[in-house]
């Protein structure tokens, strides 16, 4: 994978460098605005990963410049500022993402990975079918089958599984399974997530040999075929 | 009830004072001139019948019985209308001379003095009766002579002056009274405002100063000396609070580079004891990290320019939200979770902050309530306010201490021993005051019960300001 990242930090910008390149990508790095959007509006790059705070340009104007000429490379923005309405605002600019320092690496990796995969997938036809192995789920009837097995959820755990299974084979944090199964920016005081990760798996994996959903020790969660 | 109030203000008691000292004043003054006016006139009254006795005595000795009678006729004559009354009498009252023809018996004596009242009866050329003052001379022999003066000019003055005595008093009591009023309404309403801007001030709008109207008066002194006092204050605790933010925001980037190195090392490290233990570092790393994040959340809230996030929004699908989320853990503990939500009640304000604000009360109420326990969520309103409570069964919070819960890092005695950092209920009360709502914390015998109250209006008003 090529990926841009335009960081004005010494500190974190060496770490993200180091740490993207140690999992095989390609990694191009500026210090500056101008001269990272330079860089993403002549090369091409599989994901961008943007600082907000820059010197010489703002990271919102970068992502609103090469936006404006139809490049729709998946960016992630990092900041400093971690409130919702700079979020809001960060979204709306044409980011794809939002992270705030500091991140955990594991958080930024999982959430790189949703972002380059959704960059790949060409047409957006309307999926109505998943599968992970043996479960199935059909997305119009609402239903789910694991080994033809009809599974009974509850809505919201029909969400949980909806989103794994669209990410199967990629780490989903638990802040992740906030922000897109119960549509909040929060931080849980304790591990609830937890909890109806526990309820989803004793309901998909409990009667099976083979355990689809599994923990990924301080990152989150997967689900896959080849555990 | 506003009259009320006005008359229990000190200043309005000072202008009763006031006006009671007032009016004194204006009686004993309107009584010397009373006193002065009507004494001068009946002395002057007195005077001219004396002159005129005298005058009388002595023609009655220079010419006896027949000249006094002839002297009378004369001056009777001379002024048969006038205000002198003559009538000299013989023994039996007979008349032998005067302008009365007969003599009055309804007056009283007082030292040779009499007060009558001079009517038709007395054949007095009259329409109405009027009162007259006469000296009587009792001449040797039986013979009377009474000389007087019809003294309704008199009268009339001093009744006039009487009623301009009461009339003024009673101006007086109402000018006093009205200005009494109008002066403590125009300095309690500046006590007011005063005291009004200092309690939006306490309920946390610290920006908010006493209007200053200019006029360097003792209210602007005071006024000024406060909006000082205030600035000192805020100032300080600026001060305070930005070494502390500044210690959480620094720390922050050398502890995130410090954790992702310590998850680096579990990528490397093989022996599975060594692992948990660099596992339990990450943890902890976070836990710190997590502390020092809500620590600046609390302090971005205080300052309180995050309005511009507000919206409106369904409270009662947050709650139901909320509840589905924790259901699951309370259940995990065998707790009775039950939920009373009012639908379709809506709110303006910021989503996620009060998302997490009602997560951190559930999640408080689960953790601090033993298994079996209960726990429950309701949201009801009225026309003015929302209230959203969340009570629980577990080990509650002694009152003594319900007041300092709210402080950052506080921890109440009994539970510190479980985990947490003393910033949750710091980060509801910040929540709270951004959304102008109140948290009372109450027993629920046995447990805690926090209730949420949110206002109807205010928030949108006041904050587009």
């Known amino acids: ?227 | 009830m506003k009259i009320l109030n006005l008359l229990r203000t000190s200043t309005f008691q000072l202008a009763v004072m006031y006006m009671v000292l007032f009016a004194t004043s204006v009686f004993i003054l309107m009584g010397f001139i009373y006193w002065a006016t009507a004494g001068y006139m009946s002395s002057q009254t007195d005077e001219t019948i004396e002159a005129e006795i005298i005058g009388l005595a002595e023609q009655y000795q220079r010419q006896g019985l027949n000249g006094l009678i002839s002297v009378i006729r004369e001056r009777v004559a001379r002024d048969p209308n006038g205000k002198s009354i003559y009538l000299f009498t013989a023994r039996d009252f007979i008349k032998l001379a005067g302008n009365i023809s007969k003599w009055p018996e309804d007056g009283e004596v007082q030292d040779g003095w009499l007060n009558f009242t001079l009517d038709d009866g007395l054949g007095w050329p009259t329409a109405e009766s009027r009162p007259a003052r006469a000296r009587i001379f009792i001449v040797p022999g039986g013979l009377r002579l009474l000389v007087g003066r019809d003294v309704n000019d008199f009268m009339a003055v001093k009744e006039l002056v009487e009623r301009a005595i009461n009339f003024g008093m009673a101006i007086t009591f109402a000018l006093a009274m009205f200005g009494g009023i109008m002066m403590s309404r125009s300095t309690s309403k500046r006590v007011e405002l005063i005291n009004q801007t200092s309690q939006n001030i306490m309920r946390g709008n610290l920006s908010l100063r006493i209007p200053d109207r200019g006029t360097n008066d003792e209210f602007d002194q005071l006024a000024r000396n406060l909006n000082e006092m205030l600035d000192r204050i805020v100032h300080l605790m600026e001060g305070v609070r930005h070494v502390s933010d500044n210690i959480a925001h620094d720390l922050r980037t050398p502890l995130t580079r410090l954790r992702n190195q310590l998850e680096n090392t579990l990528l490397t490290v093989d022996r599975d004891q060594d692992r948990e233990q660099v596992g339990k570092s990450v943890a902890e790393a976070d836990q710190l990290l997590a502390t020092f994040n809500a620590l600046l959340r609390i302090a971005r809230l205080e300052v309180g320019d995050k309005v511009s996030n507000f919206k409106t929004f369904d409270l009662s699908g947050l709650a139901q939200d909320a509840a589905e989320l924790y259901e699951a853990l309370a259940e995990d503990k065998q707790q009775k979770f039950s939920i009373m939500i009012e639908p379709d009640v809506s709110i303006m304000g910021d989503r996620d902050l009060l998302f997490q604000t009602l997560c951190n009360l559930i999640d408080n109420a689960i953790k601090y309530t033993p298994e079996g326990g209960e726990i429950d969520i309701s949201l009801t309103s009225n026309e003015n306010e929302t209230f959203l409570s969340v009570a629980d069964s577990g080990i509650g919070i002694p009152e003594e201490e319900r007041v300092h819960v709210f402080q950052r890092f506080y921890r109440v005695a009994k539970s510190r021993s479980l985990p947490g950092n003393g910033l949750g209920l710091s980060l509801v009360l910040a929540v709270m005051d951004l959304h102008q709502g109140k948290i009372t914390l109450t027993d629920n015998e046995p447990g805690l019960r926090i209730e949420l109250q949110f206002p109807k209006q205010a928030i949108a008003l006041e904050h587009k300001l």
């Open chain 1, 1 to 227: 994978m090529r990926i841009l990242v335009i960081e004005d930090d010494k500190d974190v910008a060496a770490y993200l460098v180091n740490g993207l390149k140690e999992n095989d990508n390609v990694v191009d790095h500026s210090a500056d605005g101008k001269e990272g959007l330079l860089l993403a509006a002549s090369e091409t790059y599989d994901v961008m990963i943007i600082d907000r705070m820059l010197p010489s340009m703002d990271g919102l104007s970068i992502i609103k410049t090469i936006r404006a000429t139809g490049n729709q490379t998946p960016v992630l923005i990092l900041s400093a500022l971690g409130d919702v309405d700079d979020r809001v605002e960060g979204l709306r600019g044409g980011g794809d993402d939002y992270l705030t320092k500091p991140f955990s690496y594991n958080e930024l990796l999982a959430r790189l990975e949703v972002l380059m995969r959704r960059g790949s997938k060409t047409g957006s036809e309307k999926v109505t079918h998943l599968s992970v192995a043996d479960l199935e789920m059909d997305l119009l009837a609402r239903t789910v089958k694991r080994n033809s097995e009809k599974i009974d959820l509850q809505p919201r755990e029909f969400r949980l599984l909806e989103y794994l299974m669209k990410h199967a084979g990629q780490v989903v944090t638990r802040t992740m399974l906030l922000e897109q199964v119960w549509d909040y920016h929060f931080d849980p005081q304790t591990n609830v997530i937890d909890v109806h990760i526990s309820r989803l798996r004793s309901k998909i994996d409990k009667d099976f040999p083979k355990q689809l959903l599994q923990t990924v020790r301080g990152a989150g969660y997967i689900l896959s075929e080849d555990s």
